[in-house]
């Protein structure tokens, strides 16, 4: 079989740093929870649910509480997690409100420094200041509601973490969830993910504004822990199903995945795409097919000044206007191709 052999079993490289802990590590790590004496005087009920807590672990429980995925997906007789398709249904609903006429504009505020006078720097952030400042000047237009998210909580408030993208998408585009499903891992204590909360207001906003300071030449790190776990809203697989969990074999052998059709749904399908396509401004839709044929001739270098040329025409052309005021309307844009 050669590697261009489109029927060649894909191949997954694995033999990275063990990670697997022996029981007295285990236990160990788990009690430093407890690492209060206070703790002492209820040890007996400490090494009982120790135990709770290293059959989890051993048998790898990262989803403890599941259910059948269902009709929708591609296997429903796989069990998904609870949590997950709780978080779906909040994001279903995020994307609802967001397209509704009646809802209003809706703004995400993001003040994105750690600093907060709740905790070791004792003293409230600039950017906190700063984004206050643009929620005053958001808020003073009535037709806007204002969600202000702040990332300093992070380093302030109990069982608030954001934990770090795993990079499913790295090894398949497939295996990248959307929403994100690597967390919470019960069996490795990786819960109290705020992401669940914050996909959804992600979703219903119609307009994001982010305010940060600078450390060490990047954004602070608690934004950046919410951007990557973004990653899965470019175009994340919807259907966990699909790949069953985490099976790379499966997400890989699935290739690029944007969305699962049952086979006598697929004309219908690739129809409403195609209609959906063909309503969009007809010079921008022609140049991304041009950028498309011309990124496989041409070097990143070239091919970015072509892309920001031919965007340059496009926010010249009253298509662009008039997509900016249907996106202000929340009504379909009328295109007339100048
Ligand atoms: C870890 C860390 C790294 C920093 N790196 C930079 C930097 O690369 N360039 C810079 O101009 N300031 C840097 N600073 C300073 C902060 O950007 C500056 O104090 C900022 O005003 C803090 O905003 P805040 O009041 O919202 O926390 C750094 C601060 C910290 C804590």
């Given at each position: 079989m050669s590697a261009d052999d489109p029927q060649a079993k894909p191949r997954v490289r694995t033999g990275q740093t063990p990670t697997e802990l022996s029981k007295d590590e285990f236990i160990h790590r788990w009690n430093q929870n407890f690492y209060d004496s206070a703790f002492e005087k209820k040890r007996a009920e400490l090494d009982a649910i120790g135990e709770i807590a290293w059959e989890a672990y051993h048998d790898s429980r990262k989803a403890p509480r599941t259910r059948k995925a269902g009709p929708g997906f591609a296997d429903p007789e796989h069990e998904l997690s609870i949590e997950w398709l709780d978080a779906r249904e909040k994001i279903i609903a995020a994307q609802k409100q967001h397209d509704s006429k009646e809802s209003k504009t809706r703004v995400l505020l993001i003040?994105?420094?750690?600093?907060?006078?709740?905790?070791?720097?004792?003293e409230m952030s600039k950017t906190f200041r700063l984004t206050k400042t643009a929620e005053e000047i958001f808020a003073a237009d009535h037709e806007i509601d204002v969600d202000f998210l702040d990332l300093s909580v992070l380093t302030a408030e109990y069982g608030r973490k954001i934990y770090p993208c795993k990079a499913c998408v790295s090894t398949a585009m497939p295996l990248c969830h959307w929403p994100c499903s690597c967390y919470p891992n019960h069996y490795l204590g990786q819960t109290h993910d705020w992401m669940y909360e914050i996909y959804p207001r992600w979703v219903a906003a119609h307009g994001i504004m982010i305010v940060a300071p600078v450390h060490w030449y990047q954004v602070p790190s608690v934004f950046k822990l919410m951007m990557d776990r973004l990653v899965c809203a470019d175009g994340g697989n919807p259907d966990p199903t699909s790949t069953h969990g985490k099976t790379p074999e499966e997400a890989k052998a699935l290739g690029i995945l944007l969305e699962i059709t049952e086979p006598d749904a697929l004309l219908t399908r690739a129809r409403e795409l195609a209609t959906s396509i063909a309503a969009k401004p007809p010079l921008a839709v022609r140049y991304c097919k041009r950028l498309l044929k011309l990124a496989q001739q041409q070097s990143l270098a070239e091919h970015l000044d072509v892309c920001s040329s031919f965007q340059a025409i496009c926010h010249k052309t009253d298509d662009h206007h008039e997509a900016l005021t249907a996106f202000r309307e929340k009504r379909r844009g009328n295109y007339k191709g100048r």
């Open positions: 003040c994105a420094s750690p600093r907060t006078d709740q905790t070791c720097p004792s």
